[in-house]
């Protein structure tokens, strides 16, 4: 945990624009104002991805095949590879949309394995998913707060200008995907069913 709690802390206070966080063969990416979309895989598994970034914390929305039900996590790039295994731990928080009202959530972190380059947090289900997603779809700013144990309350904002264009888009592609392989994809405004998180 304090491994996975310094490179978060690192990345809040990082102030210089960073490229893209993923992971992945990427193809078809096309922008939508500050969001990116795009296919990727990576050992066979494929999923549609939309992401944009804030400094050097990414945040993606990624939808899958055949379901394509969606799923959002954060990206949190160490600045040096990792020294050390780390396990799986959870990590609450808050978000909001704009003026909207604030979700309490929780967030699980993938283990760590010494050389790992990032950190992916994930949101676990909550029933106010599909109430997140469509104000992300309307709205102009998400705000993130991360409860780190030991360093408090961790703050990030990412801009929403292009994020519907790219949802849209993913979602469509994916259904696409998911009926010419005779698979009927499900709404979006669910959580991933692949686990007991909404993500990665």
């Known amino acids: 945990m304090k491994?996975?709690?310094v490179a978060l802390m690192a990345v809040m206070a990082i102030t210089s624009a960073q490229s893209q966080v993923f992971e992945g063969e990427?193809?078809?990416?096309q922008r939508a104002g500050a969001w990116s979309s795009f296919m990727i895989a990576r050992q066979g598994d494929v999923r549609f991805r939309a992401y944009t970034f804030n400094d050097n914390l990414g945040l993606i929305v990624d939808v899958f095949p055949p379901s394509c039900l969606a799923s959002i996590s954060f990206a949190a790039p160490y600045s040096a590879p990792a020294s050390?295994?780390?396990p799986a731990s959870m990590i609450p928080g808050a978000l909001r949309i704009d003026l909207g009202a604030v979700y309490s959530i929780s967030t699980t972190t993938g283990a760590v394995?010494?050389?790992?380059?990032l950190v992916i947090l994930t949101l676990n289900q909550t029933p106010e998913?599909?109430?997140?997603l469509t104000e992300m779809t309307n709205g102009q700013m998400l705000r993130a707060r991360f409860d780190v144990q030991g360093y408090g309350g961790a703050y990030k904002s990412f801009p929403?200008?292009?994020f519907a264009t790219s949802l849209q888009r993913?979602?469509?592609?994916?259904?696409?995907v998911a009926d010419s392989a005779g698979h009927g994809?499900?709404?979006r405004t669910k959580p991933s069913e692949r686990s007991s998180s909404s993500a990665l």
């Not at 993913?170 to 696409?176: E, H, P």
């Open 185 to 187: 994809a499900g709404k």
């Open 113 to 117: 394995s010494m050389g790992d380059t």
């Open 84 to 86: 050390s295994d780390a």
């Open 26 to 29: 990427t193809t078809g990416e």
């Open 3 to 5: 491994t996975i709690a």
């Open 160 to 162: 929403l200008n292009g």
């Open 170 to 176: 993913i979602t469509g592609v994916c259904k696409q």
């Open 129 to 132: 998913f599909g109430s997140i």
